[in-house]
């Protein structure tokens, strides 16, 4: 048997977003007028800027201290790009910042697959990328998250977008049990976008583990599909897995055969040297031909 490319490298990007640099296990981001430093596990090579490029850096993410800011460096901003606005935030709880711009290509795939009135689940939703520009394009998205402040944080940047007016579910949920509830409401959905952390906890307190509960999680979303399903993406990152697995749990989950499944590795490219790119995270995605 000969050799087939199935695995395909998508380069994620946002307006007024740079990878600037990446090494020593952290990597150097402009987001929007501030420039910040952050661990990055996958970096293991060595720095293409000098010392200096770095040292200008307005904010750093330490793991044991949290964001250490330059004065003057702010907070929050916001970051404008595709019609819509997302508040930028260094908290002190987390080394993210709001948005994750190597999920671009996903959401090029959430426009194209959008049909008016289709309704889109998006577990794991965070704060809320993937599902304005669901309802951006005419989804009728539920996003779904355990944690309440990245659920207030996404309806923040749906008023900041402008979107004020769509029909967005906002729920605040441990995932798997809301798609048990769905199941048993009779819902029905023609999207399901799944971005699962390798580790996390409903708003009860109640452990997640991607290793232990994807597979269930990914059987009961079969249940949800209406007879014409649209869309369906998995995400994963920080785990023992590769895209080729996520691609063969899709293709149990929707039963298709796996060769009508895009497998792949998200990954951003870096401001210098051209070329080189970050890995992030590897995904399946299937849409509706
Ligand atoms: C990396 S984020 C997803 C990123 C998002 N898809 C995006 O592109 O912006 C993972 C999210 O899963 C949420 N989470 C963790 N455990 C959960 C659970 N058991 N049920 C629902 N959401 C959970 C976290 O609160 C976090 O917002």
């Known amino acids: 048997m000969s050799d087939t490319p199935v695995i395909r490298t998508a380069l994620g990007g946002f307006p007024g977003y740079e ?3 990446s090494g020593h296990r952290r990597k150097l981001e402009r987001v929007g007028a501030v420039t910040i430093i952050r661990g990055e596990p996958k970096a293991w090579w060595e720095p293409a800027l000098p010392p200096a490029e770095w040292n200008r850096a307005q904010a750093a993410h330490d793991e044991d201290s949290g964001w250490n800011l330059r004065p003057g460096c702010p ?3 916001s970051l404008r790009g595709n019609g819509l606005t997302f508040l930028t935030r260094l908290s002190d709880s987390s080394k993210h910042w709001g948005l994750f711009p190597e999920q671009s290509p996903h959401w090029q795939a959430i426009r194209q697959a959008a049909a008016p009135g289709a309704r ?3 577990l794991f ?3 809320g990328a993937a599902t304005l520009v669901a309802a951006q394009a005419g989804w009728r998205p539920t996003h ?4 309440r402040p990245a659920v207030a944080w996404a309806r923040e940047n749906q008023q900041a977008s402008g979107l004020s007016d769509r029909p967005i579910r906002w729920i605040v949920e441990d995932a798997l049990r809301y798609v048990r509830r769905e199941i048993k409401r009779g819902s029905r959905y023609e999207g399901i976008l799944l971005d699962p952390p390798a580790f996390g ?11 232990r509960q994807l597979p269930e999680l990914l059987d009961l979303c079969r249940q949800l599909f209406s007879e014409r399903p649209r869309l369906m993406i998995l995400t994963t990152y920080n785990i023992e897995a590769s895209s080729l697995m996520l691609r063969n749990l899709l293709a149990d989950s929707l039963r298709v055969p ?7 590795e998200l990954a951003l490219p870096h401001a210098a ?4 790119l970050l890995p992030l995270s590897i995904y399946a995605r299937w849409s509706a031909p």
Request: proline residues 8%; aromatic residues 8%; glycine residues 14%.
């Open 19 to 21: 990878l600037l640099d």
């Open 75 to 77: 907070r929050e901003w």
């Open 120 to 122: 889109l689940l998006n």
């Open 125 to 127: 939703g965070y704060t």
């Open 144 to 147: 779904v998250d355990a944690s």
């Open 201 to 211: 906890r409903g708003p009860d307190g109640r452990v997640w583990k991607v290793e």
């Open 258 to 264: 796996a060769d009508t499944i895009e497998a792949g």
């Open 273 to 276: 040297p051209p070329g080189r």
